[in-house]
């Protein structure tokens, strides 16, 4: 079947929209998903040395993050205090940071995705910041 130019531009308009729908229906924000983060690598940024390290941190939406290292044998469970930032998708670039506490212990994770990719910046005050390259950024049915 031919079409007119005119149904054809159309046609292919109305299927760009609705594309863009279907996309933005899948966008996961940071703030209100439970997301999983999966992390191959670390760089110790008071030595700048990077080392293969696997883990993977679970953001309970604005709540509270679960950091798994070691395959599982150390859990850590941190209740988050604020979140400065707002980044409505995780396809996209954008940055948050999360004010956590845990045992009286306070720390900042900063999630970022730039060009370079996904990273997780954690601050720990006087005991030294680490950042941690992402892999993967799935959803959680926590």
Request: charged share 25%; net charge positive.
């Amino acid at each position: 079947m031919k079409f007119s130019p005119k149904i054809e531009r159309k046609m292919a308009f109305m299927f760009f929209c609705i594309a863009l729908l279907a996309n933005s229906g899948f966008a996961q924000n940071i703030k209100t998903a439970n997301l999983v983060w999966k992390i191959d690598s670390a760089v110790n940024l008071s030595t700048n040395k990077g080392v293969p390290y696997h883990a993977e941190i679970k953001t309970v939406k604005d709540k509270k993050l679960i950091w798994t290292q070691k395959g599982g044998e150390r859990v850590s469970e941190y209740t988050v205090v604020r979140v400065e930032g707002d980044w409505q998708n995780v396809k996209a670039g954008g940055v948050v940071t999360y004010f956590l506490t845990k045992d009286g212990h306070t720390c900042e994770m900063k999630f970022e995705k730039a060009n370079v990719g996904v990273t997780i910046t954690i601050d720990y005050g006087a005991a030294g910041k680490s950042k941690f390259l992402v892999s993967t950024i799935n959803e959680s049915a926590l």
